[in-house]
């Protein structure tokens, strides 16, 4: 990282050419050399761009200073980026409420940012985590490679960009900088987080057996350091890799291992997940009585909004095929109240369309699996969509309309296929 990569920056960002930022400086072939880093600039030409880019003094002409004191302040933020989001807001405050003095070495500048959009990306915070992307991020690296950059920076690169690439759904690229991470990080607590992250890109490319090495591999670091918290959720996610591999019965021994834990610490978010999990099993296996009492279990759980709609939704479905129709009923109108977003209404209206049926509501029924049908295509959900081409071309072969039946089924075959 160097002074001319600064200037190219900047000079873009407020609109400069070359011509126009050189002009009564230098010459515009010597700034494109000074951007490039191949020419060590005076200090009055310094002097006189930091002028017309609006810029402090020493934002430009100290930009070989750095301060021993915002490495440990930038290593320990890189910390809290990954273990304790939380504790990163005041080490922001710190270095921005004097940011042009505090980050006039261009590599602590690149540094910093590369940790600050790793915070947005856990705090969601979109539109400025691509503004200092692109802007920033982007031109500092270009032409520059990885691994010629420091260690503790380069940690820091390819977490960014392992977190950066799974919130751009782009899986592959994101394993590839985490498992990169992975060898070169000496800090246990990370490297375990980090692997039990690259269990879970596994699994959300479908590759559950890596995904189950991965979060074994996890576990073992979470036993070394003692993180009890950890240690649970991953028996937790092996026991659902399980689970999706149709292994139940190993399934439920991590779940156990899980709950273990859970009830012992009293660590109830986990508790609910691990409930949820064994009823899924259980309805799995077709006993919905056993499921239901270990979906109520979850939902006495401390549970996200997010969660609680899910269990919601299995709840009703048992009810449903336990023919307990009302107390169905019940749950749906609880459920709803939760709901503040179209996509959960609509998944857990998919739960409840057996309610129609059973009770004898035909045209209710078809009612609203044409809805469903026309949501899930317009948001192209999949998963939901075949399940209720399917639904629905079923119910019309019962009716004897078996050329809509037919459209249905080769409707949800062809998605199948592709």
């Given at each position: ?47 006189s761009l930091a002028e017309r880019l609006h810029l ?69 915070q979109t539109e400025e985590l691509e503004n200092v ?248 959900n999949v998963k939901f969509l075949v399940i209720c ?30």
């Amino acid at each position: 990282m160097h002074i001319g990569r600064r200037i190219h920056i900047e000079r873009s960002l407020k609109g400069y050419t070359l011509s126009s930022l050189a002009q009564g400086i230098t010459s515009k072939s010597y700034l494109s050399k000074l951007e490039n880093g191949d020419a060590v600039p005076s200090e009055e030409i310094l002097q006189s761009l930091a002028e017309r880019l609006h810029l402090p003094s020493d934002f430009i002409l100290c930009h070989d200073q750095e301060d021993s004191q915002l490495w440990s302040m930038l290593k320990q933020l890189f910390y809290y980026s990954i273990m304790d989001i939380g504790k990163t807001e005041s080490i922001i405050e710190l270095i921005e409420s004097d940011y042009y003095f505090n980050l006039r070495s261009p590599q602590q500048e690149f540094y910093y940012l590369v940790l600050k959009n790793l915070v947005l990306i856990k705090k969601k915070q979109t539109e400025e985590l691509e503004n200092v992307h692109h802007r920033y991020l982007v031109p500092y690296l270009e032409g520059v490679e990885i691994e010629s950059l420091p260690t503790e920076i380069q940690r820091a690169v390819y977490c960014y960009f392992g977190y950066y690439h799974f919130s751009q759904l782009h899986y592959k690229k994101s394993l590839d900088n985490l498992s990169r991470l992975y060898e070169i990080i000496d800090n246990q607590d990370i490297k375990a987080a980090i692997i039990y992250n690259i269990s879970i890109l596994y699994k959300r490319m479908g590759q559950f057996q890596d995904a189950i090495i991965a979060a074994k591999k996890a576990i073992e670091h979470y036993k070394q350091i003692d993180s009890t918290y950890y240690l649970a959720l991953c028996f937790n996610s092996v026991g659902d890799l399980y689970r999706e591999k149709k292994l139940n019965k190993e399934a439920l021994v991590e779940f156990e291992n899980a709950k273990k834990l859970a009830e012992e610490h009293s660590y109830k978010n986990i508790l609910s997940y691990t409930y949820h999990n064994i009823g899924l099993i259980s309805k799995e296996s077709g006993d919905h009585e056993k499921a239901s009492t270990y979906f109520y279990k979850a939902l006495h759980q401390k549970m996200e909004k997010d969660s609680l709609l899910i269990t919601y939704r299995e709840l009703i479905s048992c009810k449903l095929n336990e023919r307990k129709i009302e107390e169905a009923r019940q749950l749906y109108d609880t459920a709803k109240l939760l709901t503040d977003k179209e996509e959960d209404y609509k998944k857990l209206a998919f739960n409840f369309t057996e309610y129609y049926y059973i009770n004898k509501e035909f045209e209710h029924y078809e009612k609203e699996l044409n809805a469903l049908v026309l949501y899930f295509e317009k948001t192209n959900n999949v998963k939901f969509l075949v399940i209720c081409y399917k639904k629905l071309a079923a119910f019309y072969f019962q009716l004897g309309k078996f050329k809509k039946s037919a459209i249905l089924y080769d409707k949800a075959f062809d998605i199948i296929e592709s």
